[in-house]
Each structure stands twice: as C-alpha cells, then as structure tokens.
C-alpha cells in the first residue's frame, strides 16, 4: 500500500465554492504534522502539493517540503496540476516522484506540455479523474440525474449545452465498450492505462463491487484500431466546456 495525501488548498469559510492555495514554508510544516496526527502514522509515503501558489517561488515550498522527507515525515514528493516550467523548476529542487493531474478519454489538456517533460524527468504519472468524474461510465442520462449537492453540478461539463455536447461522446464509449464485452468504465480506465508503464490512475470509489470492476480493466486490450478510433472521437480538446467552474480554473498551473 502507498499511502497519499495532498496539501496547499485552502477554503473560504464565507464562501464555499471559492478555493486559494497556500504554500508558504511554514503552512508546508504544519499541514503535515497535522495529516501525521490525523492519519495516525509517523509517514506519509506520498506527500503532495494539491495545487502551486503562484504567490510564493515553487523552490520555496518543495524546499520546505525536501526538509519533510530529510526529517523521516514523508518518503516522496509529488505535485497536482503543475505546470511544465514549474514541474523543472521544482524537480531542481528535489526529486518529484509523481505528478497527479486530471487524464481521461475527454481531459488531455497536459498531453502536449507537462506529461513530456514529466518522462523526461523520470516522474511517474497519477491520473486523476480518469472515468471523466464518472460521465464516461455511461451513468448519466441527463443532467437532472446528477443528485442535489453533487460537485457535478457546478461543473460547467455537466451543464446545459455542454452536457448534451458531451453525451454524444459518451454513446462511442459505450458503443465500443459494449462491442468489447467491458464496461464503459472499464474501457475508459484501459484507455488510461495504456498510455504507458508510467501512468497510475487512480479512479475514485465508494463501493466495493466497483473496485472490483475497475480493477478488472487491466484484461481489457485495445488494437491499434481501436485506438485510433479512440483518438477520432475524443480528440484533444474535444470536450465541451471548462473542467473548472471559474473559481477553480485560476488554481490550475499552466
């Protein structure tokens, strides 16, 4: 097991939607004693910055973040959503084991920038996200299905236009994935997993037969036909809509 957590975004109490990102050197120190305290471990294997403060030189919180794993807390560094220039910036400063960002069938916005120079790099690749938040699982029908409280609902892919835009590339999904004998999720998380021996997607669950599902992705196999099937259909950029509400968007590293 590797254990992971991530810190650097902070809430505004009086306004929950929005979000900032803290990573001053002394609120490094801090968050994670206090994941040691509440994940009750004297280590976190995988420590990673959720998102860069563009207030603050990146050398400053990984080298606040190196002096974690020169004091026994934590094991390895990664970052979430970082940029190419910051990706060099911080790799200079100690070595980054991961980069997690957000990779599937309709999100391929790092394939040309930071994915290269993470290989370049030797930093390993944890896709979040990679069912597409679910809606490349076929599960949605409309969007009055999306339940009351659901981040989704603020998400402007899952929205109006954008959602109808979308299901239409979710039916080729389900399409091929029905002709394979998978699963939409299956075929979508195969997809993720066959972008190389570096990648390590991490689909989030709640259930355990849905673990079991995910898990059995790995048997599913494409043909270079398939693939390129794939890649007609979900081009880069091919998704309608921001993957961000704007609150969120100015967080995200370019």
Known sequence: MVLATKFGIVRDPAHPDR???????EYVKTSCEASLRQLNTPYIDLYYLHRIDKSVPIEETVGAM??????????????????????RRASATHAISALQSEWSLWTRDWE??????????????????????????????NAE??????????????????????????????????SKGCTPAQLALAWVLS?????????????VA?????????????????????SEI???????GERYPAGMSVLVDK
């Open 195 to 207: 972008r190389g021996e570096d990648v390590v997607p991490i689909p989030g669950t709640t259930k």
């Open 19 to 25: 979000r900032g990102a803290n990573g001053r050197p």
């Open 234 to 240: 979900l081009r880069v950029n091919t998704a309608s």
């Open 112 to 141: 040309a920038d930071a994915f290269p120079v993470a290989r370049e790099l030797g930093i390993g690749i944890v896709p979040y996200s990679p069912l597409g938040r679910g809606f490349l699982t076929g599960r949605f029908a």
């Open 66 to 87: 190196a002096n974690l794993v020169a004091e026994g807390k934590v094991r390895y560094l990664g970052l979430s959503e970082a940029g190419p220039n910051n990706l």
């Open 210 to 230: 849905r673990l079991d599902e995910n898990a059995a992705a790995i048997d599913v196999a494409f043909s270079a036909t398939d693939l390129a099937r794939l």
């Open 145 to 178: 299905e999306i339940p009351e409280g659901d981040y989704r609902r603020s998400s402007p892919r899952f929205q109006g236009e954008h959602f109808v835009a979308n299901r239409t590339l979710v039916d080729a999904v389900v399409q091929m994935a029905t």
